[in-house]
């Protein structure tokens, strides 16, 4: 069967770009006769959506759908899309204003970035009367007399007063409205954004005259993107008309991609390249990647990042290979800010959210309320710091649990992620630093040839024996689990479970290879145990040892390991960690070797 040649929209968030250049959509063009139902939506909405996710592209469509001076583009641009078949009575019945809030950086001061968005604001004013003059002729002279403030919302009001004698209605899009003020927080600067949302602060200001147009009619409909609804929050008054749909099932798949989506694009793309790769394999791989977002309560539908997958598609090399790097750069900056939320301005741990953290790589998983609104005052605390992890992408809705929710990491990339982010904190902590080229190698030799010793040997020596007088990691079974899946995690020749279920109990550490080496030759269980210092001894420590071999020769027998573990098949270790001081460790069916803080360090 032909197939329509598929070009890839990476980077692409301009609706008239991706559709007149012929590249792929996903046609989400059906969620504007949902927008325009009183019934599920308001007609002053904010859609709050992780980094990359679609959101611009989305701002992008309904722009070229409602401005009546783009009309004529209709049969062109939506032509096959579900609207097409169908429009609404709204399009094409507005004057559109759309405006960006990215790309202002906020390291020069509270002046300099109130320029700026004046700035811009203006740059947009000018470009709408002059895009518009044909419908505006009036409006167009009289915009040409005034002196236009440096002050966003007085300049946005002048623009206002002017709307209120033409026959139009103004319809106002926002993209990421809260990008400076996550900036700000990611920078630790939080007493400027306080001044920016608090009262007379130029933002808080600004939504307070967009209100104002709202009750008096000039303004009919606004929709705005963002990440997270703190700022939205801060706001308070000011911004009080706006209903989040983010969480309301039927706004669910409006931005990303589905799970079908996924998958025709998938073949699509396998069937023009030349490629040798399976499509099941292909779909596998990419959904413990990139899917398991799931942002309202009563769905089971689960969404992917549409930037990631279009980046491992595109970064594909025939016959089968994988790109090198699972995650793209630009995606790694913006999810890279998981860091600046551990620490105060000051420079100081925040202790519930590193416990919170913990707990989540630990038990995989977190019980929590989900809350579609709050304070940045309150983010921080941990019945709030759960749902600011859920808006940023770092955790999602696995099911209910009680009243509350159950939350997980979605996917192996954000996983990694946060393992790198928690590495980072360890290091800084314990000023210690794991060299990674070393890191790497050892772990090589674990997946290659069957050996841990110089892996274990390099986080026992650099990491655990500093752990003394620390708070960070306790000193206890799984805190040591937690050191050791947080280097493990730092590579990607494995996949490392914690509490993996299998015959008979719960694997402490399942390290499954990674399909991308197909040389890589084993995978490994791993079972730990733990002794206090005082509790030592040859009879303890043997003991121990002896519980963890009997645990992992039963959890190699379960069928479930099968086809996982490499060529090499499985093999199984057994750890005994006594306090910080030692380490016992054996591969099953040979000798124990014990390792101690006073001996030389890796």
């Known amino acids: 069967m032909d197939m329509e040649p598929v070009k890839l929209p990476y980077g692409?968030?301009?609706?008239?770009?991706?559709?007149?250049?012929?590249?792929?959509?996903?046609?989400k063009s059906r969620y504007i006769r949902l927008l325009e139902d009183d019934t599920v939506a308001t007609r002053y909405t904010i859609f709050l959506r992780p980094r990359r996710f679609g959101k611009s592209l989305l701002i992008s469509m309904l722009e070229q759908y409602y401005d009546v001076a783009l009309a004529e583009n209709f049969d062109e641009l939506f032509q096959g899309l579900d609207i097409a078949h169908n429009p609404t009575p709204e399009r094409a019945r507005y004057l559109v204003l759309r405006l960006e809030f990215t790309g202002m950086s906020a390291d020069r001061g509270l002046d300099s970035l109130r320029n700026?968005?004046?700035?811009?604001?203006?740059?947009?004013?000018?470009?709408?009367?002059?895009?518009?003059?044909?419908?505006l002729p009036a409006m167009a002279e009289a915009w040409a007399r005034v002196s236009p403030s440096e002050e966003p919302a007085v300049l946005l009001q002048q623009f206002l007063d002017l709307m209120d004698q033409s026959p139009f209605q103004l319809y106002l899009l926002v993209d990421e409205y809260d990008n400076f003020t996550n900036e700000l927080i990611a920078r630790g600067e939080e007493q400027v954004y306080y001044q920016l949302v608090q009262q007379a602060g130029f933002v808080k200001e600004f939504f307070k005259t967009v209100k104002e147009g709202t009750a008096n009619g000039t303004i009919a409909r606004v929709f705005m993107t963002g990440v997270s609804p703190v700022t939205m929050d801060d706001l308070t008054s000011?911004?009080?008309?706006?209903?989040?749909?983010?969480?309301?099932?039927?706004?669910?798949?409006?931005?990303?991609?589905?799970?079908?989506?996924v998958a025709n694009l998938t073949r699509n793309v396998l069937h023009q390249g030349g490629f040798s790769l399976p499509l099941d394999q292909l779909l596998h791989d990419l959904a413990r990647y990139y899917d398991g977002y799931r942002f309202a309560r009563r769905t089971s539908e689960r969404i992917y990042n549409p930037d990631m997958v279009l980046y491992f598609l595109r970064e594909l090399y025939p016959p089968d290979g994988y790109p090198d790097e699972l995650l793209d750069f630009n995606i790694r900056m913006d999810y890279g800010r998981l860091r600046s939320l551990l620490y105060t301005t000051s420079g100081r741990l925040r202790q519930e959210p590193v416990a919170l953290i913990q707990r989540l790589l630990s038990e995989r998983t977190l019980h929590a309320p989900l809350q579609d609104s709050f304070p940045l005052a309150e983010a921080y605390r941990e019945q709030y710091f759960t749902s600011l992890l859920f808006y940023l992408g770092m955790v999602t809705i696995q099911g209910p649990s009680r009243n509350v929710l159950r939350f997980g990491v979605p996917n192996y990339v954000i996983d990694q992620m946060i393992w790198r982010t928690v590495s980072a904190l360890i290091e800084r902590e314990v000023e210690t630093e794991v060299p990674r080229d070393r890191l790497f190698q050892a772990v090589g030799d674990m997946a290659y040839d069957g050996d841990p010793g110089r892996f274990l040997e390099l986080v026992f020596h650099r990491v655990i024996q500093r752990l003394s007088n620390r708070d960070l990691i306790r000193l206890d079974e799984r805190g040591m689990k937690f050191v050791l899946l947080t280097y493990l995690s730092l590579t990607d020749l494995y996949y490392p479970f914690s509490e993996f279920e299998l015959k008979g109990g719960y694997g402490d550490l399942v390290l499954m290879l990674n399909r991308r080496y197909q040389d890589a030759s084993h995978g490994w269980v791993l079972e730990l145990k733990y002794l206090k210092v005082s509790e030592e001894s040859e009879e303890a420590v043997n003991a121990k040892l002896a519980e963890a071999d009997q645990q992992v020769r039963r959890y190699l027998e379960d069928d479930r390991l099968d086809g996982l573990g490499g060529p090499g098949g499985w093999k199984g270790a057994s750890l005994v960690f006594v306090g910080h001081r030692a380490l016992h460790w054996r591969v099953l069916g040979r000798n124990t070797v014990t390792l101690r803080a006073e001996d030389t360090v890796a």
């Open 12 to 27: 692409i968030s301009n609706f008239r770009e991706l559709r007149r250049g012929g590249f792929y959509f996903a046609d």
């Open 116 to 135: 700026a968005f004046a700035t811009r604001l203006l740059a947009r004013l000018n470009r709408l009367i002059r895009t518009h003059a044909r419908w």
């Open 238 to 261: 000011g911004a009080n008309i706006f209903s989040n749909l983010s969480l309301r099932p039927q706004f669910h798949a409006m931005a990303g991609f589905t799970r079908d989506e």
